[in-house]
């Protein structure tokens, strides 16, 4: 088990919601902000990439038909099945990003609060294959935390700059706060 994958089981062992996520004004907003920025009412097939204990994962369920939730950390997976279990049309998997990602036709594809925990050569890998996944047509929306962390590899803002540049044909929204990042991409 890697020491990222320790750091999180520890983090989920000590508190079902670590980050607050059922509890917090600031998720709130943000998950609203987040799915106001969807150009689509509804959608077929969903990855959510990093779906820790499910919050999320349950409101992009009522507007898409299927959501196909990941998260690395098996605490978070056993804890979104507890919060998700009358919602059908989500399957948890636990898995890596990039490297573990299903195989899908992705028609949205939602990175929130994931990216800048990526070291260089999976941020690298990641890039690669979110271009591949606009080549084919599907939105992604990533989101991130705007400030300073302990151990991550970036920050939110140089992840969502670098996406800026490496995916401008495809960039349709930046949207920032004080406090988070909210790009969207639109496959053509």
């Known amino acids: 088990m890697t020491a990222a994958v320790e750091r999180f089981e520890r983090l989920y062992h000590d508190s079902p919601d670590p980050w607050g996520y059922r509890t917090s004004e600031y998720e709130r907003r943000k998950y609203a902000a987040t799915l106001a920025a969807l150009p689509k009412v509804s959608y077929g097939l969903c ?34 099945h507890e919060h998700l279990r009358a919602t059908a049309n989500v399957d948890l998997l636990r898995a890596s990003f990039p490297e573990e990602t299903p195989p899908g036709s992705w028609e949205l594809i939602v990175c929130s609060e994931i990216l800048y925990y990526l070291r260089p050569p999976q941020l690298e890998e990641a890039l690669a294959w979110i271009k591949t996944q606009l080549l084919y047509g599907a939105t992604v929306v990533a989101v991130s935390w705007r400030g300073e962390g302990r151990d991550e590899p970036f920050t939110g803002d140089e992840v969502h700059d670098r996406l800026a540049r490496e995916l401008l044909a495809w960039h349709a929204l930046d949207a920032r706060t004080d406090g988070y990042r909210l790009d969207r991409f639109d496959g053509r």
Request: overall charge negative; proline content about 0%.
């Open 47 to 80: 990855l959510e990439v990093g779906c820790s204990i499910g919050v999320f994962t349950g409101l992009l369920a009522a507007r898409c038909e299927r959501v196909v939730a990941i998260d690395f950390s098996l605490s978070a997976i056993q804890l979104a």
